[in-house]
């Protein structure tokens, strides 16, 4: 299995940047895709962006041309640019290892208008 570590996040204004970090240790050679989600306060966690071991990538509508998504070896990467106070939440790596998910620990992102 794998351990999943976060870093980033914290209060940032309207229109500032942030990058989120994920770093997986363990049996990494058996990941598959990695992705972020979020969970904003009285909502579902939500899909944000993912990459798939041959780099492609997915967004999520909402943070389409302000989020980049990246991966070297086994950490992955959150470049948010452009951030809105509907970013603010919870944001958790994943990654998909033989199937079965593992999950970060979660980081706070706070935007303050």
């Known amino acids: 299995q794998v351990t999943l570590v976060q870093s980033g996040g914290g209060l940032v204004q309207a229109g500032g940047s942030l990058k989120l970090s994920c770093s997986a240790s363990g049996r990494v050679q058996d990941i598959s895709n990695m992705g972020w989600y979020r969970q904003s306060p009285g909502k579902r966690r939500e899909l944000v962006a993912m990459?798939?071991?041959?780099?492609t990538t997915s967004y999520a509508d909402a943070v389409k041309g302000r989020f980049t998504i990246s991966r070297y070896d086994a950490t992955v990467y959150l470049q948010m640019d452009n951030l809105q106070s509907e970013d603010t939440g919870v944001y958790y790596c994943?990654?998909?290892?033989?199937?079965?998910?593992?999950w970060g620990q979660g980081t706070q992102v706070t935007v303050s208008s």
């Open positions: 994943k990654a998909d290892w033989i199937g079965y998910p593992f």
């Open positions: 990459i798939s071991t041959d780099a």
